[in-house]
């Protein structure tokens, strides 16, 4: 039996394939290959250099079902990179080999016209078909990651005969809930398997069903579907079409998946990049996908040089001036940014609710004016005792450090609560703002300040 | 029977909750919680000022059971606020209707001492000595999210009487596997609630078995028991003490919460901040967070100021100097933080390998040299077409421009590999350390090639 493997065996493992790769020892290659676990053997992908991954390929293809399940577990980045050797019948030979819900993500990331070839070569037409519907899907909904091979039942069919069809059909890899159904497909209830083994064997479904089951709807967003099972703790959701029949489901293996790509979604999208980066290996591609923040930043920093510019009479005067602006800059913007990210994650969680925007402007403007006042005494300090003349540049630096401290904290927790309110998305939206908010009034305040207190 | 709802359905819910609560009309209110999902109750409060949350919650606690599972789903946050009111009576009858994991977490956040009255008023002995034993464990590891209530049966019996089993006991909530033990507790094996019934009747467990069941200990971080889950698509997973007995087992719907947890972790770490803010009231305490990267910030001006003040002589010579001081740190620390958020998260997905570190190091630098190519001649022209004088000014900030950036996606990448090679989280020093070099950096570079280009 293929089992599971720890840590230390995989080391083993990964250490042996490796030396028989660089041997050219397919034979042994493949004796370890049956002993191993689909998500183990993908994981020793990850651990080999681009060369030994076409290698081990080349070597795992030779059996169709077993590329199919090493291909599932291995997920996109790597798609692209190994399956471009490939010809369409052999792509086809495998494809045919996946769930149907893998297949349609796999043929996605594909050129539409090898994905087409693929499809017309698989020799299953009821497969080929169900994966042309799942791709008809827009990828970030129920409809496209569900699983349309979904156990279901009729309502009149007794807890016996049901347990029955379960032993029959072997089909169905995910089996934790007996849908009910009418004769036209329409969802009627569910019931674990759990309950079903539990309950009188002579009884209809119709009896012992939850006749108000979760579900989703083929549009539903895969955001949404990941909260409802993870607020109701499912290990799998139904989805509807528009007329509610049961069109297939979301296991929660699958909503692990949605959660995980959410977050770092969120992550790389707050400091102004994409998933892309990873899969892609052109530097003008990455480059387009940073162009829109750093060029903010550009707009930002050419609107501050003509505002320092602009600010000259007193640079002239005191020339000391222009050593404390990269900090004031920077404490407003790392505030800023740290308030920022609180006020977006917590949105995004449904920890903090914009219908109640006061407590929390509030909290951080408590929080921004006690750092403030720390950092501005501090700095004030370091800046009288350190840099002689003007006796005032303690004060003028201690009051900017301070003000635009608060002001950041302010535009900082302000800006995501408004984006979402007129429904832009604040992850995106939020720091490029926040820090060219910031930079500009840091200025502003800062030789406004030097101006008035400085003759 | 109590089933989910869905939003339109919430809303009217919420509304007519809101409504009650105003008038007291309390008995309404019972009438509506009776035929709401926890899940559902939990998901009220979450709308609610703090004043109907508390409302709300006398209501929901003259229901022991309901008030276990609403705070069951409510989780942290809130729990300390809602409990301050309750005697350690009242709080030992609802903590005795809780999963004893659930339990435990629920007492892990109150004080020591009220913790620890409450437990001792629990009529349940044997429920006080189970989570006072997972009270021991540390939270972040297996021992502290596991559920001790596991579903096990000794080896000899048969698939007949182990279905048999799963009928009488209705302590068990979560049944989706069978785990297999001897008579000391020690895991043998473990079978799927859907092959035990599609298995032979009267056949020993041993024989249909899975020998090799994935496991973990007590002691493995939470963040690998989740990866476990995802990597096997597991619902559960089994838990053993150093014996290899059976202690517990980890759901799907904890690893849910683990890489919910981990994620916006690893996203507040990188803007040096926590969890703990959204919880917390004080702003001393937050500030106390918050401090360790602001001072960071705060250091790396200082430094700052001390050499852009040794720079005088070229300021002196050219204000205009000043005015690109903000867009060179602005350029670099952005560019910088894009590569290092891409490092950071890819190392945490396992798509960064840090035994590869070549290609990562090249492909950035490759963005780094395109991006800053681009950005140093927009902003070099914009700085000779702006500034009448001095002629080479552009020059400067072009070059500055340039070099910085390809200085903060070198920083970028190899820091977080770096710390990650000697043991340091990456997502807690990366980005300060980042900021911090790009920031001095870019000083010495921009002035440096000033000094030498503007006589």
Same mark, same amino acid.
């Given at each position: 039996?293929? @089992?599971?493997?720890?840590?230390?065996?995989?080391?083993? /493992?990964?250490?042996?394939?490796?030396?028989?790769?660089?041997?050219?020892?397919?034979?042994?290659?493949?004796?370890?290959?049956?002993?191993?676990?689909?998500?183990?053997?993908?994981?020793?992908?990850?651990?080999?250099?681009?060369?030994?991954?076409?290698?081990?390929?080349?070597?795992?293809?030779?059996?169709?079902?077993?590329?199919?399940?090493?291909?599932?577990?291995?997920?996109?980045?790597?798609?692209?990179?190994?399956?471009?050797?490939?010809?369409?019948?052999?792509?086809?030979?495998?494809?045919?080999?996946?769930?149907?819900?893998?297949?349609?993500?796999?043929?996605?990331?594909?050129?539409?016209?090898?994905?087409?070839?693929?499809?017309?070569?698989?020799?299953?037409?009821?497969?080929?078909?169900?994966?042309?519907?799942?791709?008809?899907?827009?990828?970030?909904?129920?409809?496209?990651?569900?699983?349309?091979?979904?156990?279901?039942?009729?309502?009149?069919? /007794? #807890?016996?005969?049901?347990?029955?069809?379960?032993?029959?059909?072997?089909?169905?890899?995910?089996?934790?809930? +007996?849908? +009910?159904?009418?004769?036209?497909?329409?969802?009627?209830? #569910?019931?674990?398997?759990?309950?079903?083994?539990?309950?009188?064997?002579?009884?209809?479904?119709?009896?012992?069903?939850?006749?108000?089951?979760?579900?989703?709807?083929?549009?539903?967003?895969?955001?949404?579907?990941? !909260?409802?099972?993870? !607020?109701?703790?499912?290990?799998?959701?139904?989805?509807?079409?528009?007329?509610?029949?049961?069109?297939?489901?979301?296991? +929660?293996?699958?909503?692990?998946?949605?959660?995980?790509?959410?977050?770092?979604?969120?992550?790389?999208?707050?400091?102004?990049?994409?998933?892309?980066?990873?899969?892609?290996?052109?530097?003008? !591609?990455?480059?387009?996908?940073?162009?829109?923040?750093?060029?903010?930043?550009?707009?930002?920093?050419?609107?501050?040089?003509?505002?320092?510019?602009?600010?000259?009479?007193?640079?002239?005067?005191?020339?000391?001036?222009?050593?404390?602006? %990269? #900090?004031?800059?920077?404490?407003?913007?790392?505030?800023?940014?740290?308030?920022?990210?609180?006020?977006?994650?917590?949105?995004?969680?449904?920890?903090?609710? /914009?219908?109640?925007?006061?407590? +929390?402007?509030?909290?951080?403007?408590?929080?921004?004016?006690?750092?403030?006042?720390?950092?501005?005494?501090?700095?004030?300090?370091?800046?009288?005792?350190?840099?002689?003349?003007?006796?005032?540049?303690?004060?003028?630096?201690?009051?900017?450090?301070?003000?635009?401290?608060?002001?950041?904290?302010?535009?900082?927790?302000?800006?995501?609560?408004?984006?979402?309110?007129?429904?832009?998305? %604040?992850?995106?939206? /939020?720091?490029?703002?926040? @820090?060219?908010?910031?930079?500009?009034?840091?200025?502003?305040?800062?030789?406004?300040?030097?101006?008035?207190?400085?003759?």
């Amino acid at each position: 039996m293929v @089992t599971a493997m720890h840590t230390k065996k995989f080391d083993i /493992t990964l250490k042996s394939v490796k030396r028989y790769l660089e041997r050219s020892a397919n034979l042994n290659i493949i004796r370890i290959l049956d002993k191993t676990h689909p998500a183990d053997i993908a994981h020793l992908f990850r651990h080999l250099s681009m060369e030994d991954k076409k290698r081990l390929f080349m070597i795992v293809r030779a059996n169709d079902s077993l590329a199919a399940d090493v291909l599932s577990e291995l997920g996109e980045p790597l798609w692209d990179e190994l399956v471009t050797d490939l010809d369409a019948q052999a792509a086809s030979d495998i494809v045919q080999e996946m769930e149907s819900d893998v297949a349609a993500d796999f043929l996605g990331v594909l050129e539409e016209d090898k994905a087409q070839e693929i499809l017309k070569l698989m020799k299953d037409d009821k497969g080929a078909r169900e994966v042309r519907k799942l791709l008809d899907y827009d990828e970030d909904t129920a409809g496209g990651i569900m699983n349309p091979e979904v156990f279901a039942v009729e309502e009149r069919v /007794t #807890v016996a005969e049901a347990i029955d069809r379960i032993r029959q059909s072997d089909e169905f890899e995910m089996v934790f809930y +007996v849908y +009910v159904i009418d004769h036209h497909r329409h969802l009627l209830g #569910v019931i674990s398997l759990r309950q079903l083994i539990t309950s009188p064997p002579d009884l209809p479904l119709r009896q012992i069903m939850n006749p108000e089951p979760v579900y989703v709807t083929v549009e539903t967003d895969q955001e949404e579907v990941a !909260k409802e099972v993870e !607020k109701y703790n499912l290990l799998a959701i139904p989805v509807v079409d528009a007329e509610h029949r049961l069109m297939g489901m979301v296991t +929660v293996d699958d909503v692990i998946e949605v959660i995980r790509e959410e977050a770092t979604e969120d992550l790389y999208k707050m400091a102004g990049t994409d998933d892309e980066e990873i899969t892609s290996k052109s530097a003008f !591609k990455i480059a387009r996908i940073r162009f829109p923040w750093l060029t903010a930043t550009l707009v930002a920093g050419v609107l501050n040089s003509y505002l320092i510019n602009s600010f000259q009479d007193a640079l002239h005067k005191v020339i000391a001036l222009a050593a404390f602006v %990269p #900090v004031i800059l920077g404490m407003g913007g790392n505030i800023g940014g740290q308030s920022a990210v609180i006020v977006v994650r917590g949105m995004a969680l449904g920890r903090i609710d /914009t219908g109640h925007l006061f407590p +929390v402007v509030f909290k951080e403007l408590r929080v921004g004016l006690l750092l403030g006042f720390i950092y501005g005494n501090l700095l004030g300090l370091w800046a009288y005792y350190s840099f002689e003349t003007p006796p005032l540049l303690g004060v003028v630096v201690g009051l900017s450090i301070c003000a635009s401290m608060l002001f950041a904290v302010l535009i900082g927790v302000m800006y995501p609560m408004l984006f979402k309110r007129v429904g832009i998305d %604040p992850a995106v939206a /939020t720091h490029p703002f926040v @820090t060219t908010s910031t930079d500009l009034m840091g200025i502003v305040i800062y030789f406004t300040i030097a101006r008035a207190l400085i003759p």
